[in-house]
T-cell receptor, first 111, second 112 residues
Framework: QQPVQSPQAVILREGEDAVINCSSSKALYSVHWYRQKHGEAPVFLMI?????EQKGHEKISASFNEKKQQSSLYLTASQLSYSGTYFC????????????FGAGTILRVKS | KAGVTQTPRYLIKTRGQQVTLSCSPI?????VSWYQQTPGQGLQFLFE???????NKGNFPGRFSGRQFSNSRSEMNVSTLELGDSALYLC???FGQGAEAFFGQGTRLTVV
């Protein structure tokens, strides 16, 4: 069962902030966030692990609530380059690197 | 450090044919996962290989298969192609569980 992402789409003006949420019904080991632009491959943004460790880009922040199996990606002071589709991928313990992806959140930043 | 390399980038095949796609992971990465991306179904996990062994498998028919070589390079094969197999096939390489997974540029397969 795939994680649920919200919102499905969001439009921002440059400089505005956004939060993208990812919720799973499974007990997660890790949550991965990616951004994909049209015609390109997904680009790694952030990984959050059970236990609190996280790795990712300096300008991206995210959280992982292990009790609720929810993660949020925080995009602050958005830039035009932030436009794209954001995916969360979730992994369960014992399933190696199998990621189950949400349907994606389309983000458009306007000038 | 070189990224994940997938070949070919584009492929057009006829229904009923078979196809082999290749993925070279980032140096030092032993895990390679394959995904199918379509507008209707999104990103779906096909299988993962780690140290030449299939570690996980998604819900795809047996026409989809893969393997991994001792140098961690991986191939996936689709036999008896169907129109519905048209998709972007992505591979992701990772050092191991709990590590970042990086995607290649993908192979765009069109079945006619």
């Amino acid at each position: 069962q795939q994680p649920v992402q919200s919102p499905q789409a969001v439009i921002l003006r440059e400089g505005e902030d956004a939060v993208i949420n990812c919720s799973s019904s499974k007990a997660l080991y890790s949550v991965h966030w990616y951004r994909q632009k049209h015609g390109e491959a997904p680009v790694f943004l952030m990984i959050l692990l059970k236990g609190g460790e996280q790795k990712g880009h300096e300008k991206i922040s995210a959280s992982f609530n292990e009790k609720k199996q929810q993660s949020s990606l925080y995009l602050t002071a958005s830039q035009l380059s932030y436009s794209g589709t954001y995916f969360c991928g979730t992994a369960e313990a014992g399933y190696g690197n199998k990621l189950v992806f949400g349907a994606g959140t389309i983000l458009r930043v306007k000038s | 450090k070189a990224g994940v390399t997938q070949t070919p980038r584009y492929l057009i095949k006829t229904r009923g044919q078979q196809v082999t796609l290749s993925c070279s992971p980032i140096s030092g990465h032993r895990s390679v996962s394959w995904y199918q991306q379509t507008p209707g179904q999104g990103l779906q996990f096909l299988f993962e290989y780690f140290s030449e062994t299939q570690r996980n498998k998604g819900n795809f028919p047996g026409r989809f298969s893969g393997r991994q070589f001792s140098n961690s390079r991986s191939e996936m094969n689709v036999s008896t192609l169907e129109l519905g197999d048209s998709a972007l096939y992505l591979c992701a390489s990772s050092f191991g569980q709990g590590a970042e997974a990086f995607f290649g540029q993908g192979t765009r397969l069109t079945v006619v």
